[in-house]
């Protein structure tokens, strides 16, 4: 069965260090998420992509997040510098286009800030 | 921002029992998807039922709906220590974008 992939599953930064999170989505699926979880919480939305373009982006600190999908597949969320603050589970989700609106999850990554 | 609020936020209850946990939100919605997370896991879509829908079954899963009221419910029955998880509502809304809006979710712990 197709899986969304991420990579690292954990990382552990200082504070001011940059840092990057990759994912694949699932072959197709045109529509993919970025998440941030802070643990006892739900998901946060950080940026939404359509193919290779931005349709949201409007909760992603964009002062010290960056966030790609240059080809329409794969993508890469970056943060630099990193904060305190940052520590919580990113998540990455990728959906097809029609009307389920299913979303599809990786493992995430669990990034540690010192 | 947070539409849908999981009453309760936490629920424990005896292997083999009946685990209720309950959505309320505030928009009109197209669908209400409800998914399950293992600790330290990504999310896992258990089931998705519209809006012109009331009730829906998925094996030992049954979710409904009341629009008037703006609430589902998900409804496990014959609990597995497996299903020890914190299990979230999503709705997606009519004017949203292919974006869901996540409640805070249900940690259900199942004793065995």
């Known amino acids: 069965e197709a899986e969304v992939a991420q990579s690292p599953r954990y990382k552990i930064t200082e504070k001011s260090q940059a840092v990057a999170f990759w994912c694949d989505p699932i072959?197709?699926?045109?529509?993919l998420y970025w998440y941030r979880q802070i643990l006892g919480q739900g998901p946060e939305l950080l940026v939404q992509?359509?193919?290779?373009?931005?349709?949201?982006d409007s909760q992603l600190p964009k002062d010290r997040f960056s966030a790609e999908r240059l080809k329409g597949v794969d993508s890469t969320l970056k943060i630099q510098p990193a904060e305190l603050g940052d520590s919580a589970m990113y998540l990455c989700?990728?959906?097809?286009?029609?009307?389920?609106?299913?979303?599809?999850f990786g493992p995430g990554t669990r990034l540690t800030v010192t | 921002s947070q539409q849908g609020e999981e009453d309760p936020q936490a629920l424990s209850i005896q292997e083999g029992e009946n685990a209720t946990m309950n959505c309320s939100y505030k928009?009109?919605?197209?669908?209400l998807q409800w998914y399950r997370q293992n600790s330290g896991r990504g999310l896992v879509h258990l089931i998705l039922?519209?809006?012109n829908e009331r009730e829906k079954h998925s094996g030992r899963l049954r979710v409904t709906l009341d629009t008037s009221k703006k609430s589902s419910s998900l409804l496990i029955t014959a609990s597995r220590a497996a299903d020890t998880a914190s299990y979230f509502c999503?709705?997606?809304?009519?004017?949203?974008?292919?974006?869901?809006?996540w409640g805070a979710g249900t940690k259900l712990i199942i004793k065995p």
């Open positions: 989700a990728s959906s097809q286009a029609g009307n389920s609106r299913e979303q599809y």
């Open positions: 072959s197709g699926h045109a529509t």
């Open positions: 992509f359509q193919d290779e373009s931005v349709v949201d």
């Open positions: 928009t009109s919605i197209n669908n």
């Open positions: 039922i519209r809006s």
């Open positions: 999503a709705t997606d809304a009519s004017d949203s974008n292919y974006q869901l809006i």
